[in-house]
């Protein structure tokens, strides 16, 4: 059974562009959590979705950050006109029910040039 | 406000020997707490996990330890291998909310 799947696995962007990160979960699982990393500290949550539904964004940058979990596909999680700041490591996670226990992808690491 | 805190940024200890990894927190409405292990360039991978109903779970040679009173859990790992050498994370959340809220990580080096 494969795991979370993330990619790419690395993602450079210059100031102003678009970045679209991707994960696809654990079979099975139909929850999906975002985290995000910055240099030098800890895992922050971004947002969590259930399949076509976000249940919990309140991690998320109000402005240029949207994250989806269509029926079909993987979820994406999209930042436009990226900063420097955006420059981190990007955690997707998976569950297959609400109260189970969360699983991690191996990350994008966005650098913003 | 850091709600959980791992205040040992490093841990060295000699293979063989007990790693003893601390974790404390201030939010009384946390119920769940779990343990990550991350090696660079990968994802957090699941240790263990401890419900607030219980004070201690083990799993082969991690056991984790939960005192409520002292809002205070620790992660043993004996006898420590060269292996378990990556940073390690202590997670929490609260009831109905599924966010995890991450300590800062210790960094475990265990030597031969």
């Known amino acids: 059974n494969a795991g979370v799947m993330q990619n790419p696995r690395h993602l450079v962007r210059r100031r102003g562009q678009e970045a679209r990160l991707r994960c696809s979960p654990m079979?099975?699982?139909?929850?999906v959590y975002w985290y995000r990393q910055l240099p030098e500290e800890g895992l922050k949550f971004m947002v969590y979705?259930?399949?076509?539904?976000?249940?919990?964004e309140s991690g998320m940058p109000k402005e240029r950050f949207s994250a989806e979990f269509p029926k079909e596909g993987p979820s994406i999680l999209r930042i436009q006109q990226v900063v420097r700041g955006d420059s981190a490591a990007y955690f997707c996670?998976?569950?297959?029910?609400?109260?189970?226990?969360?699983?991690f992808g191996p990350g994008t690491r966005l650098t913003v040039l | 406000d850091q709600q959980v805190k791992q205040n040992s940024p490093s841990l060295s200890v000699q293979e063989g020997r007990i790693s003893i990894l601390n974790c404390d927190y201030t939010?009384?409405?946390?119920?769940?707490f779990l343990w990550y292990k991350k090696y660079p360039a990968e994802g957090p991978t699941f240790l263990i996990s401890?419900?607030?109903i219980k004070d201690k779970n083990e799993d082969g040679r991690f056991t984790v330890f939960l005192n409520k009173s002292a809002k205070h859990l620790s992660l043993h790992i004996v006898p420590s291998q060269p292996g378990d050498s990556a940073v390690y994370f202590c997670?929490?959340?609260?009831?109905?909310?599924?966010?995890?809220?991450w300590g800062l990580g210790t960094s475990l080096a265990v030597n031969p």
């Open positions: 079979k099975g699982h139909s929850h």
């Open positions: 996670a998976s569950s297959p029910s609400f109260a189970d226990t969360q699983y």
């Open positions: 979705l259930q399949k076509e539904n976000i249940i919990d």
């Open positions: 997670a929490a959340n609260a009831g109905n909310n599924r966010k995890l809220i």
């Open positions: 939010n009384s409405m946390f119920d769940y």
């Open positions: 401890i419900s607030s």
